[in-house]
């Protein structure tokens, strides 16, 4: 804030103020999966019907991309897509509310007036509804907030008044940039310089974990039970990595994608290459402190893909054991 000094004509000041404001733009309408509409059935049938032996043939990647092709082509035929309209959510609204506040205006429109007593039994009834609805919903995010965390802070954020999207940023020469790749060009500046470079030449040589006589990793016992416990662990809500598949629709198909998971673990320790989306990630910029107009006051969340998480999970646990 800044103080200019007095009008010509008045005793009164004149301030000048930036606000730190996020604008809400017309984006239209956006499709998405909507994954409470998933044919199950559908999919586990389709599944069956599959020799996943030809299937993952060839080399890593071939067969990783095989895969995961068979599993976007069944999301794409089985999972509804639903249109997403640019307006402001209600979490909280439920069915019963929705509906009395539908009645309410239908009242409405049929007498013009809110205070002739249909109009007022009408709105006094929804409101009722929607003060229930909501503290129904505030107390069911409370009582589960050390098993749903993200649940909880994502109501939080969006109750919160002001905006909160990523930029503008100002660059090194003091200029704003406001344009989505521009903004990428600067968080991928900063976060490539923080990065830390190992020095290879310095890396102490490891003890061998394994017994003598052992062939290493292509003795890790990788079973169907070991691969659906990690998956059991991975929460629905957690976010898609590179390869788009989400944890929820992996769950959901478990039972008949557990033998060619465990089918593409081994080839993956036998041959000693991993496929390249498990090497990919979608990276987004966090906010920490300070002005966010800054690249360097926000740190970079990695999000890789779930299916590489599990293979991880269970390496780990069998190195742990050897250990």
Not at 62 to 71: G, P
Not at 149 to 172: C, E, H, M, Q, W
Not at 218 to 228: L, Q, Y
């Amino acid at each position: 804030m800044q103080n200019l000094g007095n009008f010509s004509s008045s005793d009164h000041k004149l301030i000048f103020c930036s606000l730190d404001i996020a604008a809400k733009t017309a984006t239209g309408n956006k499709t998405k999966y909507d994954y409470n509409r998933m044919d199950v059935h559908g999919m586990k049938e389709k599944l069956r019907l599959i020799n996943w032996t030809s299937v993952l043939t060839g080399s890593v990647d071939e067969c990783w991309e095989r895969f995961k092709s068979v599993l976007l082509k069944l999301r794409h035929k089985f999972v509804s897509v639903s249109v997403v309209k640019d307006k402001g959510k209600v979490p909280w609204m439920s069915y019963k509310a929705a509906k009395l506040v539908r009645k309410k205006h239908r009242v409405f429109k049929k007498y013009k007036d809110k205070d002739h007593p249909p109009c007022k039994r009408a709105s006094r009834v929804a409101s009722c509804e929607v003060k229930k609805a909501k503290y129904n919903f505030q107390r069911k995010l409370a009582e589960n907030i050390k098993t749903d965390t993200k649940s909880f802070y994502a109501y939080v954020k969006g109750r919160a008044k002001a905006g909160r999207s990523i930029g503008p940023l100002v660059n090194d020469q003091n200029v704003v940039v406001d344009l989505a790749e521009e903004m990428s060009q600067e968080f991928y500046k900063f976060f490539s310089s923080v990065f830390t470079k190992e020095r290879t030449g310095e890396v102490p040589e490891a003890n061998w974990v394994y017994k003598e006589n052992d062939n290493g990793f292509n003795n890790i016992d990788i079973t169907e039970e070991k691969v659906s416990a990690k998956l059991d662990k991975i929460r629905d809500d957690n976010a898609a990595g590179a390869d788009d598949l989400l944890p929820r629709f992996l769950n959901s198909i478990k039972k008949e994608i557990i033998s060619p998971i465990v089918m593409l673990f081994k080839k993956v320790l036998r041959e000693e290459i991993v496929p390249s989306d498990w090497r990919d990630t979608n990276v987004v910029p966090i906010f920490k402190v300070g002005q966010r107009c800054v690249a360097a006051n926000y740190r970079p969340v990695s999000l890789t893909s779930q299916i590489c998480k599990v293979f991880e999970a269970v390496v780990r646990d069998e190195i742990e054991v050897f250990g």
